[in-house]
């Protein structure tokens, strides 16, 4: 009798089945960053990337796209510029093309896969027509205004080149741009972009994922003194400075130190990381 209530108890236990399938979270691809230095703009006024500074004090600011390589991809952050107008207009030294210092790195003009452009101005949309290959990504709300509303009456364009706007437009009906819509996005495996103030209508910077992130700011923020100093650059206008600080703030939170946070235009860059000519290995 006990051994029926044994077996009368078992059947009514439910049956165990396989184990459930427990999906993993992707991890980020890792990826190498390298600073490349393009050019050099010599006494720029240091007044102009950092508020409160010395308004005799001048700085080299270096002139930088970045190449991120891994997951079988060759990205640039920002493209640098070619046009000669520019070149005369703020006296550029130690100029090198900017597909000719990626290739100087190892990676071809047509070998690059995508092009990240963290806003329209000169020195960072310009050379978008030189890597014929790339998928070009930029803000939705940038595209939109730097085509259209900037050049009606009351839009504002300055540092805006006409012909790279008719190079972006170029590049958008050959079906090779991305419009990217809005802050926190993930535009490839590990790579996220966020919006800061408004450096630009709607400028943006770059997250790079994986066991040690990095941030690079581009112009939302220009200079490690920035961020020493708590100090909004002075490219933002007086509306938009708070949200800029904290838009630095929230890099430093993004990369998990501010020695992972990569200003734009500083040459500590080609300081704090092993360098070799005009590259820096940042990671």
Known sequence: MRAVAVLLL??????????PIVAETPRAPEYTIQAIRYATVPKFPLAALVMGAPKDAVVDIAMVVWLIRGD?????FDS????????KDFNI????RPDEAVAAAGVKPEEVTDVVVSHAHWDHMGGIDLFPKAQVWIQKEEFAYYTGDAWQPGGRHGGIDPEDIAALVSINVEGRLHLVGGDDVEILPGIRVYTGARH????QYLRVGGATPF??????????????EHKASATFGEDDRAANLAAQARMVALAGSIDRVIPGHDPRQFERF?????VARIH
């Open 72 to 76: 079988g991809r060759a990205i640039l």
């Open 274 to 278: 092993p360098t070799e000519g005009r």
């Open 80 to 87: 640098g510029f070619h046009r000669d107008k520019w070149r």
């Open 10 to 19: 078992a059947s009514l236990l439910p049956v165990a089945g396989p184990a």
């Open 93 to 96: 030294l130690d100029y090198q």
């Open 200 to 203: 630009t209508f709607a400028s």
């Open 215 to 228: 941030v690079l700011a581009s112009d939302n923020c220009c200079l490690d003194r920035n961020l020493a």
